[in-house]
């Protein structure tokens, strides 16, 4: 059985224009979860909520099954890390070995060897305090001393924002082996679609302050299919229409030839084909298709068959 990392039941937080929840979700021990939706959608809260930077107006947040409402624990805190989406000021003034000389103490498994790689790799300047460090470097320097810190699970806001390609290929191949090599959890907030097709384990869409759905990644690939249809013209647009009510935005494309959108492509290519309209080809639909389609309400199928399970 799989053991939960974090759980939140019924958590609410108010927050000046809007609430955020009622939010239910268990995220899954040693798995890269991807928290995906649009800007304000309350990704940075939920955050915020598992590091208890912000406490929930109702509802309950665990920690490997524990509600720890009086404050984490040390034990637990120095198991976990965070990078923030905006970096904190506190230690605006330290270079990275000053920074990491304090986060060493903290952190009881830290890792010098580990850190030294990773501020290398990176290309982090030595010499220069972390305030003067430009968006990038900073992110380098706080992305290192996170994993630094062998975290048995690692919160990352936005974790790309400001690296460069090359940096930002180094951090994945980081990401990817940390997994490898230890049983960590890792909670991700992005918006970088590739990011997700190559961390991700599970994806957690958010939308408007709401939990959209939480599903496997990979069992979304293929899940929706664009069809594309020879058709006569208008006429036969509307008796296709008429007998394929479920499918999504049915239009012409071109002249004589129409397309559609659907999550059952052998059943629908034998109707389409059943009612004598030649198809011409399909497609699978790319991840960032389907999670604008979920976004828009169109549920993922299988989400909807396992909850029935
Ligand atoms: N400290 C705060 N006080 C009041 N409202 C806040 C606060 N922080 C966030 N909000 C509001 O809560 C909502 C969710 O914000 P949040 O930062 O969690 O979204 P997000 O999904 O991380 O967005 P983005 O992708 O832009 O980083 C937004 O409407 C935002 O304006």
Known sequence: MVEQAVE???????????TIGPLNVSLPQGYITALVGQNGSGKSTLLHLLMQLSFPGEGEVRWFGEAYVDGLPLKLRQQMAYVPEVSQSEEN??????AA???????????QGYFEELIGKFEVPHNARLGKMSKGERRKFEIA???AAKPRLLLLDEPSSGLDP???????ETLQRYMDEHEATI?????IVEEVRRLADYIVLMHQGQLLGM???DSLFGSWSEIWVQIEGEQELQELAAELPQALELKLETPGVASLLTQQIYLYEKRIQDLGVKVLKNRSLELDEILSLWTRGHRPVLIDQKRGE
Do not use: G, Q
Not at 93 to 98: D, I, M, V
Not at 101 to 111: G, I
Not at 166 to 172: D, G, Q, R, V
């Open 93 to 98: 003034f330290w270079t990275a070995a000053e």
């Open 187 to 191: 909670i991700i907030s992005t918006h």
């Open 8 to 18: 939140l039941r019924n958590v609410c937080k108010k927050r000046r224009h809007k």
């Open 166 to 172: 090359f940096a930002w290929k180094i951090m994945i």
């Open 145 to 147: 001393a996170a994993l």
């Open 101 to 111: 000389e304090f986060r060493r103490h903290w952190y009881p498994s830290w890792d």
């Open 215 to 217: 599903t496997e990644k």
